[in-house]
């Protein structure tokens, strides 16, 4: 579902260059929850905004559901795109907008006609078990609502791929727990492909069928979570 090959990613600017990413391979099959743990500066970051080409790699390609991503013109991304979502550590929510508000907004940038937004919405969000909190906003919802909210936004557009950044640092032990479960929950009831970064191996070991282990750009290990995990 996802393959990467040869990935590099360098930043430049004034104060000189930094390889973020440096040559990574990585391949993730469908209905797979993959997981890239690493401290922070790993690259674990500029890796997962190159999967959807938020960042551009300076070589290697991205491969999605079959589509070569960085074989793609600009204008040719953003369709493409949705066929991959994304979740945030911080949520990245909109305050003016009601939780139905924020996904139902997402719908309509995908090009869901009006007339089928208030059903698909509705079966979003009792996907994700906010449905009693439809008409709340943000700032009213606990953390584990928002990232309810943000993962129904995600998987608005149906995308076959959901990409999740730190999406449960920002949470207590519980709450990790929790949204945790909803993950593998779509992951099975959708057949979702996960591909998460953290730098939590409980994450990790608690829901990845096989992870990397990223340093320095590079992946120093990689293989089935339990080979991988074992303590030595
Ligand atoms: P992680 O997600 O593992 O913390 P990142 O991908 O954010 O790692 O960062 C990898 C390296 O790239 C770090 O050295 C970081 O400082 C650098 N970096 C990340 N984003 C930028 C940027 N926009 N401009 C310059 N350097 C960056
Ligand atoms: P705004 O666009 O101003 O954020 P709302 O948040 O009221 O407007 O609603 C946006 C969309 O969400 C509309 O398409 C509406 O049909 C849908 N919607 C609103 N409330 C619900 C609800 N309780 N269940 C399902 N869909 C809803």
Same mark, same amino acid.
């Given at each position: 579902?996802?393959?990467?090959?040869?990935?590099?990613?360098?930043?430049?600017?004034?104060?000189?260059?930094?390889?973020?990413?440096?040559g990574?391979?990585?391949a993730?099959g469908?209905?797979?929850?993959?997981?890239?743990?690493?401290?922070?500066?790993?690259?674990k970051?500029?890796l /997962?905004r190159? +999967?959807?080409?938020? *960042? =551009?790699? @300076? $070589?290697?390609?991205?491969?999605?559901? &079959?589509?070569?991503l960085?074989g793609?013109?600009?204008?040719?991304?953003?369709?493409?795109?949705?066929r991959?979502?994304?979740?945030?550590q911080?949520?990245?929510?909109?305050?003016?907008?009601?939780?139905?508000?924020?996904?139902?907004?997402?719908?309509?940038?995908?090009?869901?006609?009006?007339?089928e937004r208030?059903?698909?919405?509705a079966?979003? /969000?009792d996907? +994700?078990?906010?449905t *009693? =909190?439809? @008409? $709340?906003?943000?700032a009213q919802?606990? &953390?584990?609502?928002?990232?309810?909210?943000g993962?129904?936004?995600?998987?608005?557009?149906?995308?076959?791929?959901?990409?999740?950044?730190?999406?449960?640092?920002?949470?207590?032990?519980?709450?990790t727990?929790?949204?945790?479960?909803?993950?593998?929950d779509?992951?099975r009831?959708?057949?979702l492909?996960?591909?998460?970064i953290?730098h939590?191996?409980?994450?990790v070991?608690?829901?990845?069928?096989?992870?990397?282990?990223?340093r320095?750009?590079?992946?120093?290990?990689?293989?089935?979570?339990?080979?991988?995990?074992?303590?030595?």
């Amino acid at each position: 579902m996802i393959e990467i090959s040869g990935l590099r990613k360098t930043y430049r600017s004034r104060r000189g260059s930094v390889v973020a990413v440096d040559g990574v391979d990585l391949a993730v099959g469908e209905g797979d929850v993959y997981g890239v743990l690493g401290r922070s500066g790993a690259g674990k970051s500029t890796l /997962l905004r190159c +999967v959807n080409m938020l *960042e =551009r790699p @300076d $070589a290697g390609t991205v491969t999605v559901d &079959g589509l070569e991503l960085t074989g793609l013109r600009t204008r040719e991304l953003r369709p493409a795109r949705h066929r991959i979502g994304m979740i945030h550590q911080h949520f990245a929510l909109l305050s003016s907008r009601t939780v139905a508000g924020n996904v139902a907004f997402a719908l309509e940038v995908t090009g869901v006609p009006r007339a089928e937004r208030k059903s698909r919405v509705a079966e979003l /969000l009792d996907l +994700v078990g906010l449905t *009693e =909190r439809a @008409d $709340a906003y943000p700032a009213q919802l606990s &953390g584990g609502q928002k990232q309810r909210v943000g993962i129904a936004r995600a998987i608005a557009a149906r995308p076959k791929v959901l990409l999740s950044d730190e999406a449960t640092s920002a949470l207590d032990p519980e709450t990790t727990d929790s949204i945790l479960r909803l993950l593998l929950d779509l992951n099975r009831r959708l057949g979702l492909t996960i591909l998460l970064i953290t730098h939590e191996m409980a994450v990790v070991k608690r829901i990845c069928t096989s992870a990397a282990i990223m340093r320095d750009g590079r992946f120093a290990e990689s293989g089935p979570v339990t080979e991988l995990l074992q303590q030595p």
